[in-house]
């Protein structure tokens, strides 16, 4: 018998948007702990970026392979469509949500009609939550959660040797986000506030009416003057954008502080010991069971999702031109079963 087809988006070459393509393919089949989703909505998150375009700024050495062709994707909300043998806790016609095996496979074929997931990765999608507001959970909210409320597993990040442990948030703590509107701060903002911490939110003054009204206590417009200038004594920074220019915040701190990249850069062991500060930062790793705690909090209105953009699986090219333009405000969406 001809095996049954799905539509896909994959890249047969590296490189921007255009190289992203609506295509036909096989139906992937689940193989031991498996089960097979037919998606709903598929949440875009930057490594979809990153392995689009072959990673070009991470050196050779530590670059993932990556074999094409590739369907990108790791975030999925969908329904039970067949389950392996093996498999116990879902069934056929199961709502279900879930980070695919990152980061053991950065891309998991998340941007297609049906797509094989790990049954550990996945959570049941609670009723409240509709399958796009589900998909934006995944990697932003367990990114948000592994950094500030509780790591959940041994793995050491490969940019540094010492082990990632959430600081305490309560009261008496200030946290400052920097990139507070996008998919990882605005939820990240939201888990503070939940614990009890004041939140100063860092981003460009078109955010600022959505920050407050997630909780913000202060907001700063980077695009008026640099935080790093005007905030001192804070607990924790939590840095969604990362990457060089991170060092900036180490004078934000009090001492006894920390600082935590979520894209990792360049920091000096000497120095954050002189100022008595922490640096570490996590690889966020899938989690059916954290999934299921954000989506309680969701679910009781303690945090929520908020949707820049969706767009249908065949438009994937003009989600990864939104994020091209940048400014994003919570998440992007690819759509792909109707009743998303």
Known sequence: MPKQTMKAIRLREFGGPEVLRHEDVPVPEPGPGEVL???????????????????????????????????????????????????????????????????????????????????????????????????????????????????????????????????????????????????VGHLALQLAKWKGARVIAVASGTHETFLRELGADEFIDYTKERPEEVVRDVDLVLDAVGGPDSRRFLRTLKRGGSLYPVYFGQFDDEENAKLGVTVTAVTVRSSGAQ??????????????????????????????????????????????????
């Open 37 to 183: 989703v037919r998606v709903h909505a598929v949440g875009v998150n930057p490594p979809d970026r990153y392995a689009r375009e072959g990673m070009p700024d991470i050196p050779p050495e530590l670059r993932p392979q990556f074999h094409l062709p590739l369907i990108p994707g790791t975030d999925v909300s969908g329904v039970v469509e067949a389950v392996a043998a093996d498999v116990n806790g879902f069934a056929v016609g199961d709502e279900v949500v879930g980070l695919l095996r990152f980061p053991t496979v950065l891309q998991s074929g998340a941007y297609a009609e049906f797509v094989t997931a790990p049954s550990s990765d996945l959570a049941r999608k609670l009723a409240g939550i509709d399958h796009v507001h589900a998909a934006a959970l995944a990697m932003s909210g367990l990114t948000a959660w592994q950094f500030l409320i509780e790591l959940g597993h041994d793995h050491p990040s490969p940019f540094q040797e010492a082990q990632h442990r959430p600081m305490a948030l309560d009261s008496g703590s200030t946290v400052l986000i920097n990139g507070a509107a996008g998919g």
């Open 291 to 340: 999934l299921a705690e954000l989506e309680s909090l969701v679910d009781a209105g303690k945090i929520r999702v908020a949707i820049d953009s969706t767009f249908p699986l065949a438009e994937a090219r003009a989600a990864h031109e939104r994020i091209a333009r940048g400014h994003i405000q919570g998440k992007i969406v690819l759509t792909v079963a109707q009743d998303s």
